[in-house]
């Protein structure tokens, strides 16, 4: 495997947005039904829930905590939107003192309940919050959970989780499945890093077509990190004829969206005149862009450029 793609795959970091918003009761596991007095207990619990919410997105203080004292009473019946609910106010300091160890207990108690949400921001928590044990282990646990009801951003997660061996042990093959799960559902990362599996066979068979296509519809979209790596198998006719033009067309794209690694390799195209007309002038622009963010390579560059 090319030592360029080892690199571009290690450094992929995972994904660490956590899921704020907030989930009326009908995006949680279905209730059971129930009758008579039980059944109107628990629409009463859901009422609680709504009214909670109805009060959150008019955001004055007042309201805040009147909807954190009604999801306090939902979640003493063991409401899971309620419990999930508490944990986002925990979590962003709405009405109460910000804090990830009191959110993390919440979302466990949610979780636990099968809220795929709450399983999801526990384990989030579990690897990148403040105040939290940090428990990768735990981590691969809840994503799992929620990938299995279908979450894409857990299964991208896990996927990362196995090929780092992060938590659970390394497993490129699970890793890759996971991967190709979050990749159907649209995770243009998961698109991105799957495809560089396929290109050196680490975890699949060796598909290079299979990667290309999957790189070209992440690039279609606007993902940066696709256009660069697809526009570097054309430079290098990695599976593909050599194609510099298209090569260059792909970094130029990127390169114009801040993306640096394509601002060097365009440079560079500039100043070998591959793809695009030699153009000194063009070659130090870029690598001068890639040079102010801090790109090493560009930096060394630069100072050869300018007799340093």
Known sequence: MN?????????????????????????????????????????????????GLALLEKGRPDDIRQAHRLFVEAAKANDPDAEF?????????????????VASEWFRKAAQRGHVIAQFNLAQLLMVGKEVRHDYSEAAK?????????????AY???????????????????????????????????HNLALMYLDGNGVSRDPRHAISLLSAAAKAGHLDSQFSLGTIYRDGEGVAVDFRSAATLFEGAAKRGHVASQ??????????QGVEKDFGKMAYWIKLAAAQGDPTALQALKIMEGR
């Open 157 to 191: 997660n896990l996927g990362m989780l196995y090929w780092k061996g992060e938590g659970i042990a390394k497993n490129n093959a699970k890793a890759a499945a996971y991967l190709q799960q979050a990749a159907k559902g649209g995770h243009l990362d998961a698109q």
């Open 85 to 101: 609910n508490l944990g986002i106010l925990y979590m962003k300091g709405q009405g109460v003192p910000k804090s990830d160890s």
């Open 3 to 51: 030592k360029c793609w080892a690199f571009l795959l290690s450094i992929f970091a995972l994904s660490i947005g956590l899921a704020a918003g907030l989930t009326r009761a009908q995006e949680s596991l279905p209730r059971t039904s129930a009758s008579g007095q039980e059944k109107y207990f628990i629409t009463s619990v859901e009422a609680k829930v709504k009214r």
């Open 142 to 154: 809840w994503f799992n959970e929620a990938a299995s009801h279908g979450h894409v951003i857990s």
């Open 264 to 273: 060097m390799a365009l440079g560079i195209m500039y100043g070998q005149g």
